[in-house]
């Protein structure tokens, strides 16, 4: 994994988004996206695509 940067801010349709930490697992080629949140943990808050 490799260190892209925190509070990465970017655009999706026009609405600014910010994601706590932005990481890049080297061997797959992939994004990993951590989003900190406070509070209890609902299913709801896992979005997979």
């Known amino acids: 994994m490799?260190?892209?940067g925190r509070q990465?801010?970017?655009n999706v349709d026009g609405d600014e988004l910010?994601?706590?930490l932005?990481?890049?697992h080297v061997e797959?080629?992939?994004y990993v996206v951590v989003e900190l949140e406070i509070g209890r943990f609902e299913p709801g808050h896992v979005?997979?695509?």
Do not use: N
């Open 2 to 4: 490799a260190f892209v």
């Open 8 to 10: 990465v801010r970017f």
């Open 18 to 20: 910010v994601i706590d």
């Open 22 to 24: 932005l990481l890049f």
């Open 28 to 30: 797959q080629l992939r």
């Open 47 to 49: 979005g997979l695509s």
